[in-house]
């Protein structure tokens, strides 16, 4: 069964920092490039960051590139989020996503949620 389980999130003060975590199941993450997403009340789904099957290549947001890092381990099946500085314009569910590059699979997991306030 492929699944994607997001942990990690919860509630943070503003300039405070979290680790979101992705593990995945069914599937062998390294033939997919990676991404996790976000989705406010009220907005539309956003990517926040992606990186490439292999990890050499990442792309940010730009209201994220200075705070936050994606990274993954082919090995352990998993790719993070580390988000620093977080502000509340952070709060949002967010949601992890396998695209296959070999196919038209594409995987999302079932979201978990990050909230900024004090």
């Known amino acids: 069964q492929v699944q994607l389980v997001e942990s990690g999130g919860g509630l943070v003060q503003p300039g405070g920092s979290l680790r979101l975590s992705c593990a995945a199941s069914?599937?062998?993450?390294?033939?997919?490039?990676m991404r996790w997403y976000r989705q406010a009340p009220g907005k539309e789904r956003e990517l926040v960051a992606a990186?490439?099957?292999?990890?050499?290549?990442?792309v940010y947001a730009d209201s994220m590139k200075e705070r936050f890092t994606i990274s993954r381990d082919n090995a352990r099946n998993t790719v993070s989020l580390q988000m620093n500085r977080l502000k509340p314009e952070d709060t949002a569910v967010y949601y992890c996503?396998?695209?296959?590059?070999?196919?038209?699979?594409?995987?999302w997991g079932q979201g978990t949620q990050v909230t900024v306030s004090s």
């Open positions: 996503n396998a695209v296959s590059l070999y196919s038209n699979y594409n995987y």
């Open positions: 069914g599937f062998t993450i390294s033939m997919y490039a």
């Open positions: 990186i490439s099957s292999l990890g050499g290549t990442t």
